[in-house]
């Protein structure tokens, strides 16, 4: 139980163009959704997190109209990156809480992004 | 200071030995410690979930959490080199979504 999937898992674009990942939580309704970026070698960093039927709370730093969250429904919350520049060349991964109060944070395999 | 501290390693050892993983927190109001294992290029799976204080254990596994010392522990007994991944501890707070992440420990399962 607790499956989350991310699409795509790789993917390359040129500079300038958007890019679109979806995170979807597959056994599970979750309220809350989270958008992660890893460097190599390094932990975790919060990027967003969502509430679905909310806007998303960016963390600070985060440009919010550069990486756009939308969170349609209970199972299914997408990060958009648009005009991406190869400096958004990283490892963005999803995690989601199942809906009811639990703390614990089920992530998705992670979706490695290169911008040429 | 760090909310968590973890040390990042690497940490080799041998198959079958004891692997012995912790993190210190500062934030007495954590009440949930997690830790996952995370394989290269891939996202962290959750291993061990606890509520406060105690002990935990799972097959191989064994979670610690000692809230009047703020340090944590994840034992894994009979290590395989399928064990051989980066373990990151988390943490949170009563009413709060984020959690808390440690830097992550490299381990390394030497057949």
């Known amino acids: 139980g607790a499956v989350v999937s991310q699409h795509p898992s790789w993917v390359i674009c040129k500079s300038g163009t958007s890019v679109k990942i979806e995170c979807r939580s597959l056994?599970?309704?979750?309220?809350?959704m989270f958008w992660y970026r890893q460097f190599p070698k390094q932990s975790l960093m919060l990027m967003a997190t969502?509430?679905?039927?909310?806007?998303?709370?960016?963390e600070q730093g985060v440009e919010k109209d550069k990486f756009l969250i939308n969170h349609a429904s209970l199972t299914l919350s997408t990060l958009t990156v648009t005009s991406a520049h190869p400096e958004d060349s990283s490892f963005y991964i999803c995690?989601?809480?199942?809906?009811?109060?639990?703390?614990?944070?089920?992530f998705g395999p992670g979706t490695r992004l290169t911008v040429t | 200071q760090k909310e968590v501290e973890q040390d990042p390693g690497p940490l080799s050892v041998p198959e079958g030995a004891i692997v012995s993983l912790n993190c210190t927190y500062s934030n007495s109001a954590f009440q949930y410690f997690m830790w996952y294992r995370q394989y290269s290029r891939k996202g962290p799976e959750l291993l061990m979930y606890t509520y406060s204080s105690g002990n935990k254990e799972d097959g191989r596994f064994t979670a610690q959490v000692d809230k009047s010392s703020k340090y944590i522990s994840l034992f894994i007994r009979d290590s395989q080199p399928s064990d051989s991944a980066t373990y990151l501890c988390a943490m949170s707070a009563t009413g709060n979504n984020r959690l808390a992440f440690g830097k992550g420990n490299q381990v390394v399962v030497i057949p």
């Open positions: 995690s989601a809480r199942l809906r009811g109060g639990s703390y614990e944070q089920y």
């Open positions: 056994d599970f309704q979750a309220t809350t």
């Open positions: 969502s509430n679905e039927g909310s806007k998303a709370t960016y």
